[in-house]
């Protein structure tokens, strides 16, 4: 098939705007791929259910009757460790046998890092 002389410039303007359209729209304009927004969203959730879960967690250290103890013994260990520390005791694990070392690190950082409980006032 022969296309017309004056067919030329227009099939390969419209085609240089689709490329520089799809160019812009991604980099500049925020469009995302499927797989990229699914990645987003992912993420988005893991990071609720840690949110969600921590608080939860540093109840059920608390609410044990040597938690100053361990406490304090948490406190002592280095940061790569506290995490399997609450892993092991049980205290990250929500709905299933397995705990959650996300929950875990988060409920270390939100124990290691709160203010002592101050001693009763009365």
Do not use: H
Not at 29 to 51: F, H, M, N, P, Y
Not at 52 to 66: G, I, M, W, Y
Request: aromatic fraction near 10%; charge should be positive.
């Amino acid at each position: 098939m022969k296309i017309p002389m004056e067919v030329k410039p227009a099939l390969w303007g419209a085609i240089g705007g689709a490329v520089a359209l799809a160019l812009v729209g991604f980099w500049w304009g925020g469009w995302k791929t499927a797989a990229s927004a699914r990645d987003l969203v992912e993420a988005g959730s893991q990071k609720a259910v840690i949110v969600a879960l921590a608080p939860f967690c540093v109840e059920k250290f608390n609410a044990q009757t040597d938690a100053v103890a361990k406490l304090g013994d948490l406190k002592k260990l280095a940061g790569y460790e506290q995490g399997p520390f609450i892993e092991k005791a049980g205290w990250s694990t929500f709905g299933s046998d397995k705990p959650n070392s996300a929950v875990a690190r988060a409920c270390a950082d939100a124990l290691t890092t709160a203010p002592a409980k101050a001693a009763s006032a009365y």
